[in-house]
């Protein structure tokens, strides 16, 4: 009984992808001098020893030796599968068998049901189909890099009998979030080998539009070229924009154009204009609040130096009076700004620190006109002092002479 658990033959079961290659070995410890054998599921004799015995030239020997005989079966097919046989003929025959499992590629998948576009906030059904997979393969779903959870699969057979058709619906509602997204459908099988196969379908979503004003220049001024832009967006995106000014009857612009031009700019064009934007979506509307007024005039200042003093006794026989003016008159602004305005108050302020400034530069210039004043006079001197008094020439002369033989008397005034 030793001997004969000695000499059964060997085998192994094995598992191949449709296309591929398997082997088949048999082993046997004590042959008792007979040949190995293997024949297919139908009890056909592929090789006896080193004997081919079919010709199919799938089927090659790989090695034969009294206690191995090994071959190949290349391009697998699904009708390859089945029980095969490794026999020694002694007395008794002895055998044994090995499983080969052919594993059914599945096909690329592909998505049905999907109807472009879909609007916003509609149901998005959509099916994915494989068939051609042995064992069954498994669907799963993604939109973008998320998990979608399918509402059923379904497994048929296929008409061969051997491989089967899988199939998955999803059903999601769609935001405007989801225009351009990509839902994935991917089959899963054990086939593959540590590969993908899948397919993408991009969805296109129509949602209702928006829309926006940008003018252009950002801070126009009276007198300048001011383009207000209406910017709609949405899917499809607004092919028709109408203009209008809140309080006016009459349309001001009504066709694809979404700019609206001010060629000179001035008060009346104040106002707020508003933007309606049109798709197959729906309508949109928006506002921009243009606001062109001047600044309040600063009040003019006129400051005037008063006269200087009357001289007294040390001061100058002369004087000097200065008046001054000034006037500052800052440039006209204009604020046009989207609701609420805000720059007419920046510029009233810088209005008020020029006209400050100007005002001191002003002051200054009094107190260096009155010091001008105060250092301007008469020089007078008294070298002939004591001729005035004289009741002839020729007592003057000698009076003179007499005040500048004194050095006492002869003294300089300066005031």
């Known amino acids: 009984m030793g001997l004969a658990c000695e000499s059964q033959p060997t085998t192994s079961d094995e598992t191949v992808v449709a296309g591929g290659t398997v082997m088949l070995k048999c082993l046997v410890e004590d042959p008792d001098d007979s040949s190995l054998q293997w024949s297919n599921p139908a009890q056909q004799t592929l090789y006896f020893g080193e004997k081919r015995a079919l010709r199919d030239n799938r089927i090659q020997l790989e090695r034969s030796t009294p206690n191995e005989l090994t071959i190949s079966i290349s391009n697998v097919v699904l009708s390859d599968e089945g029980e095969y046989t490794c026999s020694i003929f002694t007395m008794p025959v002895r055998t044994a068998k090995a499983l080969v499992t052919v594993l059914g590629i599945p096909q690329k998948p592909q998505i049905s049901g999907y109807e472009m576009p879909i609007r916003e906030e509609e149901m998005a059904r959509l099916t994915c189909r494989s068939s051609g997979s042995k064992p069954a393969a498994k669907l799963r779903w993604k939109k973008g890099i998320k998990d979608l959870k399918d509402e059923g699969t379904d497994v048929m057979e296929d008409s061969n009998g051997k ?67 209406c910017e709609g967006q949405g899917n499809p995106v607004p092919q028709e924009f109408l203009w209008e000014k809140e309080g006016s009857d009459t349309p001001l612009q009504m066709n694809s154009e979404s700019v609206l031009v001010f060629p000179f700019l001035n008060k ?31 009040p003019t200042p006129h400051i005037h130096s008063t006269p200087a003093p009357p001289p007294g006794p040390s001061q100058p026989i002369t ?5 001054t003016a000034s006037s500052f008159t800052p440039a006209a602004v204009q604020d046009a700004s989207p609701v609420p305005s805000s720059p007419g108050t920046y510029h009233a302020v810088i209005g008020g620190v020029v006209a400050v400034i100007v005002f001191l530069l002003l002051i200054l210039l009094i107190f260096l006109g009155h010091y001008l004043i105060r250092h301007k006079g008469t020089y007078l001197t008294h070298e002939a002092k004591g001729s005035d008094d004289a009741p002839d020439a020729d007592t003057a002369i000698i009076n003179a002479e007499g005040g500048q033989a004194s050095s006492d008397d002869k003294k300089e005034y300066f005031i």
């Open 163 to 229: 491989t089967f058709t899988v199939t998955s619906r999803v059903e999601f509602h769609v935001t405007k979030e989801d225009n351009d997204m990509e839902v994935t459908c991917t089959v899963d099988h054990e086939s593959l080998q540590n590969t993908e196969r899948s397919v993408t379908q991009k969805l296109q979503v129509y949602y209702k539009p928006t829309a926006k004003i940008e003018p252009n220049p950002q801070y126009p001024r009276e007198g300048e070229k001011l383009r207000l832009q």
């Open 319 to 323: 004087h000097l009076s200065m008046t």
């Open 268 to 298: 009346s064009d104040s106002g707020t204009y508003v933007c309606t934007a049109t798709s197959s979506m729906g309508s949109v509307i928006a506002k921009y609040n243009l606001d062109v007024n001047d600044l309040s005039q600063l």
